[in-house]
Protein backbone atom coordinates (compact mmCIF):
# COMPACT_ATOMS: atom_id res chain seq x y z
CA UNK A 1 0.00 0.00 0.00
CA UNK A 2 1.26 3.43 -0.84
CA UNK A 3 1.19 6.60 1.33
CA UNK A 4 -1.93 8.53 1.60
CA UNK A 5 -0.38 11.73 2.08
CA UNK A 6 3.17 13.93 2.89
CA UNK A 7 4.02 15.31 6.45
CA UNK A 8 6.44 18.17 5.85
CA UNK A 9 9.45 18.21 8.02
CA UNK A 10 9.56 21.51 10.53
CA UNK A 11 12.11 22.77 7.81
CA UNK A 12 10.52 22.23 4.68
CA UNK A 13 7.38 24.06 6.65
CA UNK A 14 9.59 26.84 7.12
CA UNK A 15 10.75 26.99 4.00
CA UNK A 16 7.67 26.75 2.07
CA UNK A 17 5.66 30.07 4.02
CA UNK A 18 8.80 32.21 2.90
CA UNK A 19 7.71 34.19 -0.08
CA UNK A 20 10.72 33.43 -2.27
CA UNK A 21 12.41 30.68 -0.67
CA UNK A 22 15.48 28.98 -2.70
CA UNK A 23 15.71 26.04 -0.70
CA UNK A 24 13.02 23.80 -1.63
CA UNK A 25 13.73 21.67 -4.76
CA UNK A 26 11.73 22.11 -7.62
CA UNK A 27 9.99 18.62 -7.11
CA UNK A 28 9.04 20.21 -3.62
CA UNK A 29 8.03 23.41 -4.45
CA UNK A 30 5.89 21.18 -7.92
CA UNK A 31 4.30 18.79 -4.78
CA UNK A 32 3.59 21.56 -2.61
CA UNK A 33 1.33 23.12 -5.40
CA UNK A 34 -0.44 20.46 -7.16
CA UNK A 35 -0.46 17.44 -4.66
CA UNK A 36 -3.52 15.16 -4.97
CA UNK A 37 -2.78 13.44 -1.51
CA UNK A 38 -2.96 15.54 1.89
CA UNK A 39 -0.33 17.64 2.97
CA UNK A 40 0.59 17.27 6.90
CA UNK A 41 2.52 19.07 9.14
CA UNK A 42 2.79 17.86 12.48
CA UNK A 43 1.83 19.97 15.74
CA UNK A 44 5.36 19.28 17.10
CA UNK A 45 6.36 21.62 14.80
CA UNK A 46 4.52 24.34 16.38
CA UNK A 47 6.96 23.51 19.49
CA UNK A 48 10.18 22.88 17.50
CA UNK A 49 9.48 26.06 16.23
CA UNK A 50 8.86 28.19 19.33
CA UNK A 51 11.73 26.20 21.19
CA UNK A 52 14.61 26.89 18.65
CA UNK A 53 13.54 30.63 18.22
CA UNK A 54 13.23 30.91 21.86
CA UNK A 55 17.16 29.45 22.35
CA UNK A 56 18.33 31.78 18.92
CA UNK A 57 18.46 28.72 16.61
CA UNK A 58 16.15 30.64 14.51
CA UNK A 59 16.46 34.04 14.00
CA UNK A 60 14.93 35.95 11.51
CA UNK A 61 11.64 34.01 12.26
CA UNK A 62 9.84 36.12 14.68
CA UNK A 63 6.86 36.74 12.48
CA UNK A 64 6.45 32.88 12.15
CA UNK A 65 6.49 32.60 15.80
CA UNK A 66 4.28 35.34 16.66
CA UNK A 67 1.71 34.63 14.29
CA UNK A 68 1.91 30.89 13.97
CA UNK A 69 -1.71 29.82 13.85
CA UNK A 70 -2.61 32.41 11.43
CA UNK A 71 0.32 31.45 8.94
CA UNK A 72 -0.32 27.61 9.52
CA UNK A 73 -4.01 28.17 8.66
CA UNK A 74 -3.76 30.25 5.29
CA UNK A 75 -1.04 27.01 4.47
CA UNK A 76 -3.74 24.85 3.78
CA UNK A 77 -2.30 21.90 5.02
CA UNK A 78 -3.72 19.36 7.52
CA UNK A 79 -2.66 19.73 11.11
CA UNK A 80 -1.42 16.15 12.55
CA UNK A 81 -1.90 15.81 16.23
CA UNK A 82 0.13 14.12 18.51
CA UNK A 83 -1.29 10.97 20.27
CA UNK A 84 0.32 8.27 22.71
CA UNK A 85 0.44 6.09 20.30
CA UNK A 86 2.57 8.77 17.97
CA UNK A 87 4.81 9.06 20.63
CA UNK A 88 5.30 5.36 22.21
CA UNK A 89 6.19 4.56 18.99
CA UNK A 90 8.81 7.29 19.24
CA UNK A 91 10.57 6.39 22.11
CA UNK A 92 10.16 2.54 21.27
CA UNK A 93 12.11 2.84 17.77
CA UNK A 94 15.54 0.96 17.30
CA UNK A 95 16.97 4.56 15.81
CA UNK A 96 20.69 6.08 17.10
CA UNK A 97 19.33 9.29 16.14
CA UNK A 98 18.28 11.01 19.40
CA UNK A 99 16.65 14.36 18.00
CA UNK A 100 13.13 14.01 19.40
CA UNK A 101 11.36 16.43 16.84
CA UNK A 102 12.69 13.69 14.11
CA UNK A 103 11.61 10.73 16.26
CA UNK A 104 8.01 12.27 16.74
CA UNK A 105 8.31 12.95 12.93
CA UNK A 106 9.55 9.04 12.04
CA UNK A 107 6.78 7.64 14.34
CA UNK A 108 4.29 9.80 12.75
CA UNK A 109 5.25 9.43 9.61
CA UNK A 110 5.26 5.60 10.10
CA UNK A 111 2.25 5.10 12.00
CA UNK A 112 0.06 7.20 9.69
CA UNK A 113 1.30 5.96 6.20
CA UNK A 114 2.87 9.45 5.05
CA UNK A 115 5.76 10.16 2.75
CA UNK A 116 8.05 12.64 5.04
CA UNK A 117 9.12 15.45 2.69
CA UNK A 118 12.56 15.90 4.46
CA UNK A 119 16.10 17.53 3.26
CA UNK A 120 17.90 16.08 6.73
CA UNK A 121 20.17 13.46 6.02
CA UNK A 122 19.16 11.47 9.25
CA UNK A 123 16.18 9.78 7.89
CA UNK A 124 18.12 7.91 5.68
CA UNK A 125 18.68 6.02 8.48
CA UNK A 126 15.24 5.16 9.28
CA UNK A 127 14.25 2.80 6.39
CA UNK A 128 10.50 2.51 8.30
CA UNK A 129 10.01 6.03 6.82
CA UNK A 130 9.47 7.02 3.49
CA UNK A 131 11.28 10.20 2.45
CA UNK A 132 11.19 12.20 -0.33
CA UNK A 133 13.13 15.47 -1.49
Known amino acids: MGTIGYLLDTHVFLWAI ?11 KNLLLTAD ?17 RLGKLPGYDNVVYHYI ?9 ELPLTSHH ?12 DPF ?16 TNDAAFRTAPWVSVLW
Open 87 to 98: NHFAGSLDWSHR
Open 37 to 53: EPIFVSSISAYEITIKH
Open 70 to 78: QIFDSFGAY
Open 18 to 28: EEHSSKLNDKV
Open 102 to 117: DRMLAAQAHLENLTLI
